[in-house]
């Protein structure tokens, strides 16, 4: 967590943790903060007028209350169902992060290609999984080693993702399910026969994960953007709308706070 820890202490208080979004409206009191942001605090109701607004709550929480009164042509956008796919808005299937821990001595005692060294080591970044293989795991993330002191020095961390819009089914499945799933994947790819069962680390469950480009996305977006040129200050933005990996993302944060600041300094 050191990025958010270092946002933390770079914007201290300016941050405001378990504050809901719950709807955006027009302030006509003030044309200096023309908008009125409410949100469901820990202290209660609290409102918040502002001269900009950039939201970047993802799409299915966006199908409530929260455009409604600001944009409700956006709002019916992303509710609307998608003939092409038989599906409403942009659709965020389930993912699940298993983190999990296995002694260096479990993994397969094999010196890889290239020079890249003993995979007992974990010398790389993770492993992909293709879905020729059988194995359910998407991928795993070697995390002691991108992370060196994460765990002890005889032992190797690993996070696992399984889910996703070709395996839905793991919303279903309870934690001990998931990690025996994870398991059989670690073993049919990293591990000895003899492994010993994992330390499970952590566990987190995305109900609803990364957003899905699929078929009809960009003309959603087209359509989302000429209804955003209506409303001066405000802009509806995420990993929804220009790539949903993390460099995509702060690179896109980099160039729109330019175009807000840009929008203030007029």
């Known amino acids: 967590s050191t990025l958010p820890n270092a946002i933390r202490e770079e914007l201290g208080d300016r941050v405001k943790l378990e504050w809901k979004l719950i709807t955006i409206q027009e302030n ?3 044309a200096d903060y023309p908008f009125t942001a409410t949100y469901d605090t820990p202290q209660g109701t609290q409102t918040i007028h502002a001269k900009t607004i950039v939201s970047t709550i993802p799409t299915h929480a966006l199908q409530t209350t929260v455009l409604e009164h600001i944009l409700p042509t956006a709002k019916t956008l992303l509710t609307k169902i998608r003939t092409a796919r038989d599906q409403t808005g942009i659709y965020h299937p389930p993912v699940a992060a298993v983190t999990v821990a296995y002694p260096k001595s479990s993994f397969q005692d094999l010196e890889l290609p290239n ?8 010398p790389g970044f993770g492993s992909l999984n293709p879905r020729s293989e059988g194995v359910r795991t998407l991928g795993t993330l070697w995390s002691s080693s991108l992370f060196p002191g994460r765990c002890p020095p005889d032992y190797n961390l690993l996070l696992n993702y399984i889910g996703g819009s070709r395996d839905v089914g793991i919303a279903d499945l ?3 399910e998931l990690v025996r799933e994870v398991d059989a ?14 330390k499970v680390v952590g566990m987190k469950v995305w109900p609803t994960a990364i957003p899905q480009y699929e ?52």
């Open 185 to 198: 994947g670690c073993r049919e790819v990293l591990l000895k026969p003899d492994a010993p069962p994992p």
């Open 115 to 122: 020079g890249f060294g003993n995979l007992q080591n974990l």
């Open 215 to 266: 078929l009809g996305h960009l003309e959603m977006m087209e359509e989302l953007e000429e209804i955003e040129k209506g409303v001066d200050g405000l802009w509806v933005v995420g990993n929804y709308r220009n790539g949903v990996a993390f460099p995509d993302c702060v690179t896109f944060g980099y160039d729109h706070a330019k175009v807000v600041l840009e929008y203030l300094g007029k």
């Open 174 to 176: 309870t934690e001990e």
């Open 28 to 30: 006509t009191a003030d």
